[in-house]
């Protein structure tokens, strides 16, 4: 079962803008994109989802093309807070599973 | 805010018991689902329920066992708990408007099988 395809990790500043993208080869026709946020310990939390074009919200920015095979996730001024792994998600068939992929690894650094 | 909830947030515990790990939400979401996570890895996904007495395994291959009797509790069970069984399990209900599915978490459950 083929899984989103993202960089294992990452490495980025306080301030600066990260930018984080996400292959989706099997994504089925009407699924969403979404994108959550892993703390140590913690369970993921829902970061943004979108359909395609652009979204925003008060945290983050989704880009997704008009084929739907990417996503891009981007945190604009990230802190040390953001510091943290990320995991794109969608469903690749007309099943209830939702599988994470490996997801990437981001390292802000003072 | 969706408010799921997972007890006991830490569990220590000998081989061969058997052990039953809780999940409640208060969402009233059809759908709910168990991951597993070891430290720095990813998270496999090992049972799933769409609706009350209706349960599935997922795709990492599991001795766990789950139930769903009720919309709102989602229990996981190990009957006789190993060493390899210790991990972190997660628990999440989902709110699903037109595929548009977004999970919510719980806090998870650490479990160590000495």
């Known amino acids: 079962l083929a899984k989103t395809t993202q960089p294992i990790s990452m490495d980025s500043y306080e301030g600066q803008e990260v930018n984080i993208t996400c292959s989706h080869n099997?994504?089925?026709?009407?699924?969403?994109i979404t994108w959550y946020q892993q703390f140590p310990s913690q369970g993921p939390r829902f970061i943004i989802q979108?359909?395609?074009t652009k979204v925003t919200n008060e945290v983050a920015s989704l880009f997704i093309p008009a084929d739907r095979k990417s996503s891009t996730l981007s945190l604009p001024r990230v802190s040390l807070s953001d510091t943290a792994v990320y995991y794109c998600?969608?469903?690749?068939?007309?099943?209830?599973?939702?599988?994470f992929g490996s997801g990437t690894r981001l390292l802000v650094r003072p | 805010e969706a408010d799921i909830y997972q007890t006991p947030r830490y569990l220590v515990i000998g081989t061969g018991k058997k052990i039953t790990l809780e999940c409640s939400q208060t969402?009233?979401?059809?759908?709910m689902y168990w991951y597993q996570q070891d430290p720095g890895m990813e998270l496999h996904l090992i049972h799933y329920?769409?609706?009350?007495?209706?349960?599935e395994k997922g795709d990492l291959s599991s001795e766990s066992t789950v139930s769903r009797i009720r919309t709102e509790h989602f229990p996981l069970t190990l009957e006789s708990a190993r060493p390899s069984h210790t991990s972190q399990y997660l628990c999440?209900?989902?709110?699903?408007?037109?595929?548009?599915?977004?999970?919510?978490f719980g806090s998870g459950t650490q479990l160590s099988v000495l």
């Open positions: 969402m009233g979401h059809d759908k």
């Open positions: 999440a209900s989902s709110e699903d408007a037109d595929r548009a599915e977004k999970l919510f």
């Open positions: 998600l969608d469903r690749m068939d007309s099943s209830y599973k939702l599988i």
């Open positions: 099997n994504i089925a026709t009407n699924d969403y």
């Open positions: 329920s769409y609706g009350v007495n209706s349960t």
């Open positions: 979108g359909y395609k």
